[in-house]
């Protein structure tokens, strides 16, 4: 028997993974102590470790995978329907970049306003537990409002704090929803705030700070620790700067 950190250290692969999995039914412990709490796998459950691994790196969602290790659905299918998904995404893209033609990178013009980031309640995830691919957060969120039945209620956004106190930042993942309120939502306040609608490549989003930190420097106004970055459609994005 092997605790959580020492099957994780032989299954590569991090513990808020494993507690995912754990929580979602896909890889549950084989015995819990009682008296610490402690969760415990066995040996064998390895092979159902790298079976979630494989799956997931192909793009395949907790839910989907959770059907195949239930005998619910059949995994040679599913590999099939991802791989058609693959092989039409491609000729799209191809069609796309065929039809394409050379553009030139938007100029940022716009200047900085002052506005409220506006109150809602998000599912979120801490992207400061472990190491993990940030963009599959976004996915992540989503696949859960779909699969609890949950509202979305505007672009998902990334969400900055302490970011004057190296030791205190962390960043979260949010999306907000309208009909759902639990222990995996927070509730974001009305916030006055400098913002900036941001037109450039998301590489290149160091722009829009810039902006902001010599806007509130010639106009006397002080900037908290505390960040968002709202996601569009358009590909731009919306930076809203908390300010003291």
């Given amino acids: ?18 507690r995912i999995y754990r929580d979602e039914g896909l890889l ?6 009682e008296e610490n709490g402690y969760y415990y796998y ?21 839910f989907e995978i ?18 058609q998904e693959a092989e039409n995404l491609i000729k799209d ?17 716009s200047e ?46 990334a969400l900055y704090e302490g970011m004057n106190d190296e030791a205190a930042f962390s960043m979260k993942t949010c999306l907000p929803v309208s009909n759902y309120n639990g222990e995996d939502t927070m509730n974001m306040f009305e916030e006055k705030c400098l913002h900036i609608n941001f037109t450039g490549s998301f590489s290149k989003i160091s722009q829009a700070y810039q902006i902001i930190y010599k806007y509130s420097a010639d106009h006397g106004i002080k900037l908290s620790d505390r960040a968002y970055e709202v996601f569009n459609k358009d590909m731009s994005v919306d930076v809203y700067y908390a300010i003291k």
Wanted: net charge positive; proline share 2%.
């Fill in 1 to 18: 028997m092997y605790t959580s950190g020492q099957f994780a250290i032989m299954g590569n692969v991090g513990r808020k993974a494993l």
């Fill in 42 to 62: 066995d040996e064998s459950q390895l092979i159902t470790l790298e079976t979630i691994k494989r799956l997931r790196s192909i793009g395949l969602s907790l």
């Fill in 112 to 157: 900085p306003d002052i506005r409220s980031f506006k109150k809602c309640t998000c599912l979120f995830v801490d992207e400061n537990v472990d190491l993990e691919k940030l963009g599959m957060s976004v996915g992540k969120l989503y696949e859960k409002a779909s699969r609890l039945g949950i509202n979305v209620a505007g672009n998902h956004f």
């Fill in 28 to 33: 549950v412990p084989s015995s819990i102590n």
């Fill in 66 to 83: 959770k059907q195949i290790l239930n005998g619910k659905a059949d995994e040679k299918a599913i590999v099939a329907s991802k791989i």
């Fill in 93 to 109: 893209m191809k069609d796309m970049l065929s039809n394409m033609k050379p553009k030139t990178e938007k100029k940022q013009t």
